[in-house]
């Protein structure tokens, strides 16, 4: 989703309220950073720490906020991290573009790309083939990343036919308010809602569920670190899904806890991440299995289509960017 840029926020959770100076300096030292500033989907993780998860696997977890998933990729590779939330798309085209093999993703925390097409109520887009005639309005960046044409090829739609409108800086929502174009891609969380807070919507298109999807928030480890810390691995996926668990058997609380570790993120945006976030956790493929586990399917998808639409060089395997070895079975 896109987040304001800010500087990066370090904040040492504490290993439990019980546990004692020694037992805290005993613990195995955790640098984790975030792909952005701390969001909802970042919740289960703060409740692991706040609750003395991460602490019982005999952890001490740091967490920083993130600029983007290409920083978080680069931090955790220089070894400035243990541990980074990234998109599992983009370290896929990172490795290829650097010709490197060091870093791979042991979960998958958002498998269901948020990616759509957002119209305004009446704009008569309800199905792919509905945006042939219309105004597309969008920035560079998701233009040339190339999943709308990926859509669109997808679903046989004309893109020839679609009148599409650069608008940078962030003014597509604006543009589409105003009339001056009749759809744009973005995520149908939260940008699908910042819409809808001030004109209906049409119920957001989900690019995944029309053949295109990229695996999105995954947790990355350098491979020589897990090689080595294989069990603080494992213990911290384990304490992350049971952040999850509670992150979703009590979200109000969930929001207490993420605004006290973060006073100065909007609440209400928190809020309606946390709620909104569990719908994009999983694909058909990997539902009913655990938080974070990654069907292989997914990831060939994922790389397909970066190299088909997105100019990545070809070659890379799913055993490349993913091993789910370390993660609980349940």
Known sequence: MKHLMMPFVGLTMLCAPFASNALAQDHEKINLRLAWVAGGVDAPIFVAAAKGYFAVKGLDVNIVDGNGSTGTIQAVGSGDFEIGIAGLGALAQ????????????????LQKDPTSIISLKG???????????????????????????????????????????????????????????????????????????RAAIEPPMLFADYGVNILGSSVIVRKDYLAKHGDAVRGFLAALQKGKAE?????????????????????????????????????????????????????????????????MAP????AKIYDGSYLPAN
């Open 94 to 109: 990172a490795q290829q573009a650097a010709g490197a093999d060091t870093i791979v993703a042991v979960a998958g925390l």
């Open 247 to 311: 992150a979703a058997a009590n979200p109000n609380e969930a929001l207490k806890i993420l605004m006290e570790a973060r006073p100065d993120s909007n609440e209400e945006g928190i809020k309606g991440e946390i709620k909104n976030m569990p719908k994009y956790e999983h694909t058909a493929a990997s539902e009913g299995k655990p938080y974070g586990w990654v069907a292989e399917q997914d990831i060939t998808l994922t790389i397909s289509l970066l190299e088909k639409y997105s100019g």
């Open 315 to 318: 070659g890379l395997t799913p």
């Open 123 to 197: 704009s008569g887009i309800n199905s792919p083939k509905d945006i042939e005639g219309k105004r597309l309005g969008t920035d560079a960046g998701n233009f040339e990343d190339g999943m709308i044409k990926a859509f669109a090829e997808a679903n046989g739609v004309d893109m020839n036919k679609v009148k599409v409108i650069m608008i940078n800086g962030g003014g597509d929502r604006v543009a589409l308010l105003k009339g001056d174009v009749d759809f744009i891609n973005g995520w149908a969380n939260p940008d699908g809602d910042k819409v809808a807070e």
